[in-house]
């Protein structure tokens, strides 16, 4: 089955090209957005952070080409309370309020974002997928999932989506195909709600 790119690879783009397998940077000494220090008072919850290298923003994310190598495997042991999902763990998010933010990528036929925010007590405030999730394997069907989360904490997220009447071999017939572009937009408020909004649809052939 093609696929509009290959397959596994992550990208995880930010403006200094960040490598969060080989960052030591702990959300102990890290600042919000503001530049107001993030109080820590649940040492447990400071212990699970202590695991997850600090991300600069923007981060851009193709869910369907991941090599998840070098990520903090959670997929046989998530860190309840924290995180109850298996998954693999990114990394934590500067913010813009005084609130902590993790990214995470869940299981499926593509690896789906999630980005979960917590008070500094370790409770939680809001976590939503930042994904469409209608990619997959399929006859005369190609799809790339995408997410990114740029500079000023707005969201954006798509499926690019191929499609094609297929022939007694299942390959696409010339002159059929459709492709459209499924999305959603939101952000991250700075009380640390995720607001994202119902998916819209672009046709593009």
Request: aromatic content about 6%; glycine content about 6%.
């Amino acid at each position: 089955m093609k696929t509009l790119l290959p397959l596994l690879s992550i990208f995880l783009i930010t403006c200094t090209q960040v490598d969060s397998s080989k960052s030591n940077i702990s959300n102990a000494d890290s600042k919000n957005g503001t530049g107001t220090l993030i109080p820590q008072v649940n040492k447990q919850f400071q212990a699970f952070l202590d695991q997850l290298p600090t991300l600069d923003l923007p981060i851009k994310i193709k869910g369907c080409e991941i090599d998840h190598t070098g990520l903090i495997d959670f997929t046989e042991t998530p860190p309840g309370p924290y995180l109850t999902e298996p998954c693999f763990a990114v990394g934590q998010l500067k913010t813009n309020g005084t609130y902590i933010s993790i990214i995470t990528l869940g299981l499926a036929d593509c690896l789906l974002p999630t980005i979960t925010n917590y008070k500094p007590s370790g409770e939680q405030i809001d976590s939503k997928t930042i994904a469409i999730g209608s990619c997959g394997n399929a006859p005369c069907f190609e799809c790339e999932e995408f997410m990114t989360l740029k500079s000023d904490y707005t969201l954006y997220t798509a499926d690019t989506i191929k499609t094609a009447d297929c022939d007694a071999e299942y390959s696409p017939i010339p002159g059929t195909e459709k492709i459209k572009v499924v999305y959603r937009e939101g952000s991250l408020k700075t009380d640390g709600k995720i607001v994202l909004s119902e998916e819209k649809e672009k046709q593009l052939k």
